[in-house]
């Protein structure tokens, strides 16, 4: 099996991203991929591509504030948030 190159990496998860089944989640990822996916460490990625393997009303509700984002996800969705929001 061979590794996947980064460049093949940042298609897959921008098109995960993209892709989601609710507009809402697809419009704030794809916001977020554009503005930050490149310059993401390999951890980075790991940790945003294991982010999108959740469910997207949980994923809306911990961005949007109905509810607290677990403790692990806090700092992501909360740079998540900050992007969706223009900042």
Known sequence: MTEETRENRL???RMRSMRRGTKE???ILVRYTDA???AMTDAEL???EAL???YDPDLYQWISGQRPA???LRPLIAEITRV???G
């Open 25 to 27: 989640m697809d419009i």
């Open 36 to 38: 930050r996916l490149e």
């Open 46 to 48: 790991d940790a945003y």
């Open 84 to 86: 969706a929001a223009g």
């Open 70 to 72: 677990p403790e692990e």
């Open 11 to 13: 298609k897959r998860l």
């Open 52 to 54: 999108l393997d959740e």
